[in-house]
């Protein structure tokens, strides 16, 4: 076994919320300063800076995982992890299909940049982003699922756009055997409140949309020897859904 320090859920400047500074290319970096091993990149129902992401951590040394923070029809974060960056692009057309189109309005929202590994602007998302799709929680999973994807709710202890807020409990379907917490010492409190939640594995994403909001490495899984830490992070989130 091996330890993997983790941040499974990050920001890029194509998220609106995202510092125009949290490019690809920075945000590799400043994860390697952190310390981290393995990142996924979770933009807001998009995968397009995915490309950028995995040239710039090789460059670095961190080892990528393309990702996305999809948004419900209930206005549910659902973080959803791709083993491969081909599948993530294909994930990322079909949920393309299932958004509601909506003029981004940047002076508001903030910018929605498209990069290339060098720093560069080569593309700018004109239709906001992190708004509710036309997909209900159980059609996003069942569409993760068809690709792959590892799906788990997004920072469950959160207000805003949680789970158990949404919806006022933990739900028995889709069937998660994974969800995300934003703050670690809430885990107890919440598994005894909620019993469903016993059943699943709790993970930890820091849910940086800037620089200095990437901490330093602390979430660690212990996984097996073989392979990419990134495969073996992959597999051990495989292994815990099941």
């Known amino acids: 076994m091996r330890r993997v320090y983790c941040d499974l859920h990050l920001h890029s400047c194509l998220s609106p919320c995202g510092d125009d500074a949290m490019t690809p290319a920075m945000a590799a970096g400043m994860l390697k300063v952190a310390g981290v091993d393995v990142a996924a990149l979770t933009d807001h129902n998009s995968v397009k800076n995915c490309p950028a992401f995995f040239e710039a951590c090789a460059n670095y040394g961190v080892e990528p995982i393309a990702g996305m923070e999809l948004t419900t029809a209930e206005d549910i974060h659902l973080v959803c992890l791709l083993g491969t960056l081909e599948s993530a692009l294909e994930f990322g057309d079909k949920v393309e299909a299932r958004r509601v189109r909506i003029k981004n309005k940047p002076d508001i929202f903030g910018n929605q940049l498209i990069m290339d590994a060098e720093d560069n602007v080569i593309g700018i998302e004109e239709d906001l982003l992190p708004n509710a799709t036309m997909l209900s929680i159980e059609e996003a999973f069942e569409l993760a699922e068809s690709c792959g994807a590892i799906c788990y709710p997004a920072h469950i202890d959160r207000v805003s756009n949680g789970i158990i807020s949404v919806l ?3 739900p028995p379907r889709p069937p998660f055997r994974l969800v995300e917490f934003s703050r670690p010492e809430n885990i107890v409190q919440y598994m005894e409140k909620y019993p469903l ?5 709790p993970l930890f994403g820091s849910d940086a949309h800037s ?3 990437i ?12 392979g990419g830490a990134a495969d073996a992070v992959f597999r051990y989130l495989n292994r815990c859904r099941q």
């Open 168 to 170: 006022g409990d933990f």
């Open 197 to 201: 939640l016993r059943r699943t594995t």
């Open 211 to 213: 620089l200095d909001a």
């Open 215 to 226: 901490p330093d490495a602390s979430f660690y899984l212990d996984v097996d020897d073989s």
